[in-house]
């Protein structure tokens, strides 16, 4: 069944013809049928909202199956992702994971083509993890796949929202919109409310978002009110070392992940874990051998004094933040080689370019 969706640059219905010679049997469009259309026509009032829930119908419903974790904020949601999927793995062996880096279904890796697959593609993957013997699967869920209906009618078990600084206003507006799309997730809007919802207590939108939800709730941060509470950590090239409070007790973790930043993402995932109902010991035995996710503060040499990383800091406040991070394990100089690629969002360049040239030697 093809699709006809509008989007930013073509218009889906100018491919019908080409879709029924590749196989399709039918559309589904916001046009009317075609005069001597020899196929299924389903017309619909918007074909980007229909498709998630032909979707869902035809690959049986898979997130109402299994234990859906989603993450959404700006900062931190694919090595949140990474962690709790590395936990979930030490729990019950497989696991699914959707997210910028790589789609993870069981055993099997499949490259990614954008952080939230499109809707279909979601559904599918969810079916195919559940032939896989997945009970438990984790994605990222950004803004715009919100906003255009790609999560819509997943039944969500767990949402997470990590932060929220400047980023993607080419496409919001303003940051108030930014912060509407995410709050979805949490209320309904993309279909229905999660069970549980784990929120940064540390964030100024985070602290928005918690006083107004009224369901199951577990908040992290520093904060003396959180939930689950960094008590104190160590840093260095190394890792960190941390302590936490969490409700089932004290927690010790040393993790090999490098920066403050991290604290917020093992926080997060620990949170995750305990809504999950996994016990400590299974969180800090997956959480001690964990690296995060590939290009996210990653150390590719350390020897004779010098040290190199690689970061994926695409906002403002991810590149303040990760030399931050670097001049804290740092005795000396801090180098910093500095790039904005892609066509979106320009009015973050300047704040971006002020960061890195601010945050270094």
């Known amino acids: 069944l093809f699709v006809a969706i509008t989007g930013l640059h073509h218009d889906g219905n100018t491919f019908v013809d080409a879709a029924m010679e590749a196989g399709a049997v039918g559309v589904i469009s916001e046009q009317p049928r075609p005069e001597g259309f020899a196929g299924a026509w389903l017309r619909v009032d918007d074909a980007r909202r229909a498709l998630p829930r032909a979707a869902a119908i ?66 599918r993957l969810l079916r195919e993890a559940i032939n896989e013997g997945c009970s438990t699967a984790v994605m990222e869920a950004s803004s715009h796949a919100i906003d255009l209906g790609r999560v819509d009618g997943l039944r969500f078990e767990v949402a997470v929202f990590t932060n929220l600084t400047q980023d993607h206003l080419d496409y919001h507006g303003t940051m108030e919109e930014y912060f509407a799309v995410k709050r979805r997730l949490f209320e309904g809007g993309t279909g229905s409310r999660p069970r549980w919802a784990i929120i940064n207590a540390d964030d100024e939108f985070g602290r928005r ?47 090999p992940l490098i920066g403050r930043p991290y604290v917020y993402n093992l926080m997060a ?74 066509d979106r969002d320009r009015t973050k360049r300047a704040p971006m370019g002020q960061a890195a040239g601010s945050g270094c030697d």
């Open 58 to 123: 035809v690959f049986g419903r898979p997130s109402e199956w299994l234990r859906l974790v989603g993450i959404t904020g700006t900062n931190g949601k694919t090595t949140t992702a990474y962690l709790v999927d590395r936990i979930v793995r030490e729990a019950e062996d497989v696991s699914a994971l959707l997210g910028t880096v790589t789609y993870t279904v069981g055993r099997r890796k499949i490259k990614a083509d954008r952080t939230t697959p499109e809707a279909a593609d979601i559904q």
């Open 209 to 255: 978002l918690a006083a107004d939800h009224d369901g199951p709730m577990l908040r992290f941060g520093f904060d003396r009110s959180s939930d689950v509470r960094a008590e104190s950590y160590e840093l260095s090239l190394d890792g960190l070392h941390l302590e936490l409070a969490t409700p089932l007790g004290p927690m010790t973790l040393n993790s």
């Open 269 to 342: 995932a620990t949170s995750v874990a305990l809504a999950l109902g996994f016990s400590l010991e299974t969180i800090v035995k997956a959480l001690t051998h964990c690296s995060g996710a590939p290009g996210r503060f990653e150390t590719i040499a350390n020897s004779g004094g010098f040290a190199v990383a690689v970061d994926y800091a695409h906002s403002p406040d991810a590149v303040t933040k990760v030399l931050e991070t670097a001049r804290e394990v740092t005795r000396g100089r801090v180098i910093c080689v500095f790039g904005c690629g892609g």
